[in-house]
């Protein structure tokens, strides 16, 4: 099983960024994904989780109304699409497979990719 993140990069603040995270080896489409993230020298800290039939989704405070998490569960893939971003949203993103427990937590996730750097410029 392997989860492959993508869209990384360097943007300017207030610029938009899409993160692609495609997933192999078997089918997610039964399990809710999320996002998480990572700067540097702190914690790695819930981002957004969606349902997996896309039809709920939630997000931790600072990015919502800015970020919008969604899948194609087709393509075994999931997004985040993140707008107006600002200089504290940079970090490595890491995209994941829930197995259970409170979305928040990354101990509730089983699966992890090996993250993508996203670094925002003032």
């Known amino acids: 099983v392997q989860l492959q993140a993508s869209g990384g990069g360097l943007v300017q603040a207030r610029g938009p960024l899409r993160l692609s995270c495609a997933a192999s080896?078997?089918?997610?489409?039964?399990?809710?994904m999320g996002w998480f993230r990572q700067a540097p020298g702190k914690e790695r800290d819930f981002v957004a989780a969606?349902?997996?039939?896309?039809?709920?989704?939630y997000y931790e405070d600072s990015v919502k109304g800015r970020f919008t998490i969604s899948r194609d569960n087709a393509k075994n893939t999931e997004y985040l699409q993140m707008n107006s971003l600002k200089p504290e949203d940079t970090a490595v993103y890491y995209c994941?497979?829930?197995?259970?427990?409170?979305?928040?937590?990354?101990?509730?996730?089983?699966?992890w990719g090996q993250g993508t750097l996203v670094t925002v410029s003032s």
């Open positions: 994941a497979v829930h197995r259970g427990g409170s979305y928040h937590y990354t101990s509730s996730y089983n699966y």
């Open positions: 969606i349902t997996w039939r896309g039809d709920s989704s």
């Open positions: 080896g078997r089918t997610f489409s039964n399990n809710v």
